[in-house]
């Protein structure tokens, strides 16, 4: 009795661009081979490059996140002394400035990366500052220490809590000296 060989292929349908067939048709002609050997030859070989292909984009992924984990690591929290130092930079621009107190988070030593700079400023009575000063003022210190300023400029706080913590926390970052 004969032994047959069953065909174990599922009949598949689907289109496909003509141009995709033909080099099909001539790889199947070109290695005398039926065009769903062919077909299953250029899968096979697509997948196999995808795997490679993906072994190798992973690999430069893990090398770039290295990269980026270098070059964004933060930067350390600014000191009082690099405050204290943009400060007296900035402020020899607005001869209205007489004293900056530094306060909050800062002038307490517990700062975290989300904390922001807070100033007092006292201004001289004398001397003209502007809505337009105080947001220039606050802008270029922003971009020297890459760091978001809380500025007050008013000479009587409000606030109670406010104003206390203010005089418990003070420090002395700035003071204009006189020519």
């Known amino acids: 009795m004969a032994t047959s060989t069953k065909d174990t292929r599922t009949p598949v349908s689907f289109r496909m661009p003509k141009s995709e067939l033909n080099a099909i048709e001539e790889y199947a002609a070109c290695h005398r081979i039926s065009k769903s050997d062919a077909l299953l030859h250029y899968l096979r070989k697509g997948i196999d490059a995808d795997s490679i292909l993906g072994s190798q984009l992973n690999a ?60 007092r400023l006292i201004l001289d009575e004398k001397g003209r500052f502007s809505l337009f000063d105080l947001s220039r003022l606050t802008k270029e210190l922003e971009k020297s220490l890459d760091k978001k300023f809380d500025i007050i400029t008013v000479d009587t706080v409000e606030d109670v809590g406010l104003r206390e913590s203010i005089e418990r926390e003070k420090v002395l970052i700035y003071e204009r000296v006189e020519h």
């Open 60 to 119: 430069i992924q893990e090398s770039l996140e290295k990269v980026l984990d270098c070059v964004q690591e933060p930067l350390p929290l600014p000191s009082i002394d690099d405050i204290s130092k943009a400060l007296t930079i900035v402020a020899s621009n607005y001869p209205a400035i007489a004293r900056g107190f530094l306060f909050g988070s800062y002038a307490r030593g517990d700062a975290t990366r989300s904390s922001d700079i807070d100033l």
